[in-house]
Nanobody
Framework: QVQLVESGGGLVQAGGSLRLSCAASGSIFSINAMGWYRQAPGKQRELVAVKTNGGSTNYADSVKGRFTISRDNAKNTVYLQMNSLKPEDTAVYYC?????????????WGQGTQVTVSS
């Protein structure tokens, strides 16, 4: 089992910045990748950014050039630096950890942190 605890959400004006943090504990040796998803009201949860143990990253087109994902393996923590925030970035942001195999992945989720961007 992997436990994820997020922090760093809040209210910010458009154009501002926030940094989200997610600390992992438990069976961290099993984690293959960590990332962030978000869910806006009335919408499906969507991938924001993910970073694998090998260092590969993937971003949603809507956040490329504005958001940066990073990992501190010594602290078992993943970060999401969000710059040039837009009102459409408003959502609950969830930390995600993936373990298991490619054919049978196991996903773990944090409790979510609210990000609200005012216009």
């Amino acid at each position: 089992q992997v436990q994820l605890v997020e922090s760093g959400g809040g209210l910010v004006q458009a154009g501002g910045s926030l940094r989200l943090s997610c600390a992992a504990s438990g069976s961290i040796f099993s984690i293959n990748a960590m990332g962030w998803y978000r869910q806006a009201p009335g919408k499906q949860r969507e991938l924001v950014a993910v970073k694998t143990n090998g260092g590969s990253t993937n971003y949603a087109d809507s956040v490329k050039g504005r958001f940066t994902i990073s990992r501190d393996n010594a602290k078992n923590t993943v970060y999401l630096q969000m710059n040039s925030l837009k009102p459409e970035d408003t959502a609950v942001y969830y930390c995600n950890a993936e373990s298991g195999s490619r054919l049978a992945p196991i996903y773990y989720w944090g409790q979510g942190t609210q990000v609200t961007v005012s216009s």
